[in-house]
């Protein structure tokens, strides 16, 4: 695994960032976490309104201030992206966690996802949130692991209206 290391969204990642998501976008699988479905045809206006969220303006009714970070490599290729949400609501406390992440689908298995992880943990530090919520659906075991590899203890599993079950961890600082 090359070094890493996390990067606020800027003007400057605007080439490395469309890569990153045009593989998402060409897996056709589901984008983790939610920011990075956001179009970023108009980037500058994607970069301004990660912003906005992270100051907490213009959020829907009930959503809570969240911050973005990009897992960023020595030569400059994003490989993973963090959405740390700065509370919890009752939604986010069953199922969303304060930090949802995701890995671009070439970077997977090589270590990422637990470095990622680790990174954010010292983030949500930063914004004093002392006991951390991971959550990540009972199927993703992958991801159960990764939580666990950073201190995560598990909590009783929430189960959505659909069935999915949805495992819940916290992490102590």
């Known amino acids: 695994m090359a070094d890493v290391y996390l990067v606020r969204p800027g003007l400057e990642w605007k080439e490395p960032y469309l890569d990153f998501y045009r593989e998402w976008i060409d897996s056709g699988e589901d984008i983790v976490p939610w920011v990075v479905e956001r179009d970023p045809s108009d980037f500058e206006g994607m970069l301004q309104w990660l912003e906005d969220h992270s100051n907490g303006i213009g959020l829907q009714e009930g959503w809570v201030a969240d911050s973005t970070y990009w897992l960023a490599t020595e030569n400059r290729k994003i490989v993973g992206a ?92």
Request: with cysteine; net charge positive; glycine share 10%.
């Open 82 to 173: 963090v959405n740390i949400r700065h509370a919890l609501t009752p939604w986010l406390t069953d199922r969303g966690g304060h930090i949802g992440y995701g890995i671009r689908p070439s970077a997977r298995r090589q270590g990422y996802a637990t470095k990622l992880l680790a990174l954010s943990l010292g983030k949500t530090r930063e914004l004093g949130i002392q006991r951390v919520l991971v959550c990540c659906d009972e199927s993703n075991v992958a991801s159960a692991r990764t939580i666990l590899n950073n201190g995560g203890v598990e909590d009783t599993s929430f189960t959505e209206e659909n069935g999915n079950v949805i495992r819940r961890f916290w992490i102590e600082d």
